[in-house]
């Protein structure tokens, strides 16, 4: 994964320490990338995996439609990898505990854009602020509890 160039980082600082955020972080990211709209979309571009599966709770071979858990450090890490038609691409988080009781969160994007319809495809996604609209909302969600069962 870090053979991919660098996209960008986003970082969020939580009022809640370390092990908390790693709960939160766990319960947004199966939240968040389990909805039919990710399934949808990983069909139209043709992306690997096309559907969620392995352990749950989540864990190293963990999948979502679009993203399979390739690093599990618990507390600490959790590194989603996957490709389509257009990219392959690397998400990262890491969790640092903060001296004062609280956690930071880091959310490291990396991705390669092969040939035209990849430029064509960074340009949509990336340069157009897309991708950096969708990670400042789901950096924000990490802020917030998760949410209770129905």
Known sequence: ??????VDEHTVVVDAGAEELWRRLLAEVERSLSGASGARYAR????DP????????LGAGSA???FRVAGFEPGRELALHGRHRFSTYALVYRIEALSDG????????????PGVAGRLYRLLVISSGAHGFAMGRMMG??????RAAA
């Not at 139209?44 to 992306?47: K, Y």
């Open 1 to 6: 994964m870090s053979t991919l160039p660098f």
């Open 50 to 57: 096309l559907a969620a599966g392995g352990p749950r709770p």
């Open 102 to 113: 609280r956690a930071r969160l880091r959310a490291e994007t990396r991705a390669a854009f």
């Open 141 to 146: 969600a990490y802020r917030r509890p998760p």
């Open 44 to 47: 139209l571009v043709r992306a």
């Open 64 to 66: 979502f439609p679009g």
